[in-house]
């Protein structure tokens, strides 16, 4: 009896393997085990081998042919056998039975693919690409698409790296440090090390944040001067699929991708428009430190600017009007890191803010109460909004709304060439996913499979201590329908962690899984420098790792990284 060779499924979420090559021909004689052909998922690329020694007697598809996962490829047995049972309904017809060729007279096209292609014809346009935006996602972009032979135009409205470099990530981020640096020169005394008196100077910290910006520009403008990247600045319109307008001038390319970011989002709360009320913008440009400050809304920006304030020795409440900081945090977690900051935090909770009377900030607490606090400078920090004014992008006919652009998994809009990447499609508003879906983007561009997939993003909080996840947290994998099982467990089981943040030292990993497959799917932190470890978790995640895999893997000691394999063998 013949023997079926099957396209192995590779992972929960694949659903259909592209065939790259036949290593074997029909008729020729295979051994358990040979590779039989070459094939690959959005996510890797492997081989599938003989399952039986024997003759190759079919070959159902051709390559290049997208075929779904656990369908009969091929065929394996004696000379002669009848293999007509086997061939699925969609195979290549019409093939001689003796050598399991296509007659040559009658030689098919391979089937049509479900992905769709946007690679463009030979048009004359002027460029392959042009990118709006050149924030993480539009000079990644740029300069992969360089690196791949395409003609690059990479258009910026005022500085290379955009919010992130400027005005977000990479300005908080050098902020936090100078923090973290005062911080641990008042607590070096417990470790042995004894300092004069600590003082914090803002100017110079403001300074250096300003040095970190500016270098960091200068080195994005050198990688798109290698890669011979064309950087224009000014505002684009969008005209149409191919071409895009800038002070007046019409350039023309094959495909046009949008990257504009987003904007902070300010609500109509009565006097919000006062000059102490500022955003995440203005905040990072202070000339003097304030005594209080309040904090609206306790998302991620929130609270890493709490933990910034706080830190130096200023009064900051923080008013979020659900009831938990952090919406895509353990809510365990979010607990236990709020009690790490007591008394250098106060968290107001489902409250919301009904006006700002000068400096006093009014609110409503969940019970209906009505409060105020006094502070020196408010932070309005209740979320972002994708840049889509000014564009075009409506008389152009694009489909979007005040959540974004709308696009498909491959980041393609409605328009024919036109993609769209990052914060202003509201998909996942973190620099690493922009950069992701220009990755996308590109590949879909040059014809190669790919999708952008959002159950393995890693997340994290730069503020003291630091929070980082990837994945379902506890409840979202059973709303999802998992028979969840869970674990968790303190970082001061690191010897590591012990030695440098001391018994007091705060944080925990809280593992997810399936209980039924024992499947990974999250991992949650919080403490040290989990930022630079939850990469780990993402590889684990979207490798379909299970809990016996992760066991296997040996992590170096010692390290605080340690504690995620640990929590492994409490399952």
């Given amino acids: 009896m013949a023997t079926e060779v099957l396209m192995p499924r590779q992972g929960q979420s694949v659903e259909s393997c592209i065939i790259i090559e036949w290593k074997v021909a029909e008729g020729d004689a295979v051994k358990q085990g040979q590779a039989l052909c070459e094939v690959e998922t959005d996510k890797a690329t492997f081989e599938v081998e003989a399952t039986a020694d024997g003759t190759m007697l079919g070959i159902f598809y051709p390559a290049e042919a997208d075929v779904e996962v656990l369908k009969v490829i091929a065929a394996i047995g004696a000379p002669g056998e009848d293999i007509s049972a086997l061939r699925p309904a969609d ?24 992905f769709k292609s946007q690679v463009s014809s030979l048009t ?5 690409v042009i990118i709006i935006g050149a924030g993480p996602g539009g000079y990644e972009m740029a300069e992969r698409a360089a690196h791949k032979g395409q003609k690059v135009l990479l258009i910026e409205k005022k500085y290379l790296g955009g919010v992130c470099l400027n005005w977000g990530c990479i300005p908080t981020k ?4 100078s923090a973290k640096h005062y911080v641990h020169a008042k607590e070096a005394p417990e470790f042995g090390v004894t300092t004069g008196e600590v003082k914090f100077d803002l100017s110079v910290a403001m300074a250096w944040k300003e040095d970190v910006i500016k270098t960091l520009r200068g080195g994005i403008a050198g990688m798109m001067k290698k890669n011979k990247v064309e950087v224009l600045f000014g505002e684009a319109k969008l005209l149409g699929s191919r071409k895009v307008e800038v002070a007046g001038t019409v350039y023309e390319a094959d495909n046009v991708v949008i990257a504009t970011g987003g904007s902070p989002f300010v609500p109509p709360i009565p006097g919000a428009d006062q000059p102490h009320v500022m955003t995440s913008k203005e905040i990072l440009s202070v000339e003097t430190m304030p005594k209080s400050l309040v904090v609206i809304g306790g998302g991620v920006i929130g609270v890493e600017f709490a933990s910034f304030f706080s830190s130096l020795g200023v009064k900051v409440d923080v008013i979020e009007m659900l009831d938990e900081i952090i919406p895509f945090m353990d809510n365990g977690q979010a607990v236990a890191f709020r009690k790490a900051l007591k008394g250098k935090v106060d968290f107001n909770l489902g409250c919301r803010v009904t006006a700002i009377d000068g400096h006093d900030v009014k609110y409503t607490t969940k019970a209906g109460e009505e409060k105020s606090i006094n502070a020196d400078i408010v932070l309005m920090s209740v979320g972002r909004a994708p840049n889509l004014s000014g564009m075009g992008l409506e008389e152009a006919g694009l489909d979007f709304d005040r959540r974004g652009i709308k696009t498909d998994d491959q980041q393609r809009t409605n328009l024919p060439n036109v993609f769209a990447i990052g ?3 509201g998909k996942s508003q973190l620099a690493h996913s922009a950069t992701r879906m220009g990755e996308v983007a590109l590949n879909t561009i040059l014809g190669k499979k790919d999708r952008f997939r959002t159950n393995a993003i890693p997340w994290a909080v730069y503020s003291m201590p630091e929070i980082a996840g990837c994945g379902m947290t506890e409840d979202q994998a059973k709303e999802a329908g998992h028979n969840v099982e869970t674990a968790s467990l303190p970082l001061i089981m690191s010897g590591r962690f012990l030695a440098e943040n001391g018994k007091k030292g705060a944080g925990s990993v809280k593992v997810v899984v399936d209980a039924d497959t024992k499947a990974l799917l999250g991992v949650h932190m919080f403490g040290g420098l989990c930022s630079e470890m939850i990469w780990g978790a993402a590889a684990m995640i979207e490798a379909e790792l299970r809990v016996q895999d992760i066991q296997e893997i040996v992590f170096p000691h010692p390290t605080v990284g340690e504690v995620i394999r640990s929590t492994m063998f409490q399952f």
Avoid at 92 to 114: F, M, R, Y
Wanted: proline content about 8%; hydrophobic content about 30%.
């Fill in 91 to 114: 195979a290549i017809a019409d093939v001689e039975p003796e050598t399991g060729n296509v007659k040559p007279e009658e030689k098919q096209e391979a089937p049509v693919s479900s």
């Fill in 124 to 128: 004359g346009a002027d460029y392959d």
């Fill in 174 to 177: 050098t902020l936090l440090n």
């Fill in 423 to 425: 914060d202003v499609t």
